[in-house]
């Protein structure tokens, strides 16, 4: 069964820093992009940010409302996808998800999400 | 930036009825879209990719349609299991965005 398990939420000032983290089981973790994907309390849905697999060299891309905040890596040893959170706004107050890439056509959308985990950005 | 409109925001029904959804693109995105169902606390579930293929596991009563810039999601006899709030997506070009979600209370 896949299953992707985010860790590492809390409560954080403004201008502070936290890494996320999600477990990946059930599925080849290689093969695969991985996504992170916010709500905040009440809202929708924002893309975070992309990592590729090593076939294509782990690129990452970023919404510009992260871009040279959030860094995203990925350690395939131990299934493992991290967000590393600098300079937190209290706009970035949200549960983030992971979120499994797949293939269709040139792209690849989410066919599996974590349950998420809740960042609080509070002073 | 691809932009995602939702309509309506809001859609009060009862049991049983045909529910229709609609995802208008900013620009045409062929077939990359999916549509996503979330219930309060929970993360979202995927119900539909590439416009029209159901996912393994989703009831029958759930379709997609649609290519280029409209999409739309029905739910041929709304279930009590259905009542949640529904989002599209676009996975054609970066940054992926979602539409504004659709939320589907009983009436």
């Known amino acids: 069964e896949v299953q992707l398990v985010e860790s590492g939420g809390g409560l954080v000032q403004p201008g502070g820093s936290l890494r996320l983290s999600c477990a990946a089981s059930g599925f080849t973790f290689t093969d695969h992009y991985m996504d992170w994907v916010r709500q905040a309390p009440g809202k929708g849905l924002e893309w975070v940010g992309r990592i590729r697999n090593k076939a294509n060299s782990y690129t990452t891309e970023y919404a510009a409302s992260v871009k040279g905040r959030f860094t995203i890596s990925r350690d395939d040893s131990k299934n493992s996808l991290s967000l590393q959170m600098n300079s937190l706004k209290t706009e970035d107050t949200a549960v983030y998800y992971c979120g499994r890439g797949q293939d269709w056509g040139s792209s690849r959308y989410f066919d599996r999400w974590g349950r998420g985990t809740l960042v609080t950005v509070s002073s | 930036d691809i932009q995602l409109t939702q309509s309506p925001s809001f859609l009060s029904a009862s049991l049983g009825d045909r529910v229709t959804i609609t995802c208008r693109a900013s620009?045409?995105?062929?077939?990359?879209l999916v549509w996503h169902q979330q219930k309060p606390g929970k993360a979202p579930k995927l119900l539909i990719y590439a416009a029209s293929t159901l996912q393994s596991g989703v009831p029958s009563r759930f379709s997609g349609s649609g290519s280029g810039t409209e999409f739309t999601l029905t739910i041929s006899s709304l279930q009590p299991e259905d009542f949640a709030t529904y989002y599209c997506?676009?996975?054609?070009?970066?940054?992926?965005?979602f539409g504004g979600g659709t939320k589907v209370e009983i009436k």
């Open positions: 997506q676009q996975f054609k070009s970066y940054p992926l965005t």
């Open positions: 620009q045409g995105i062929s077939s990359y």
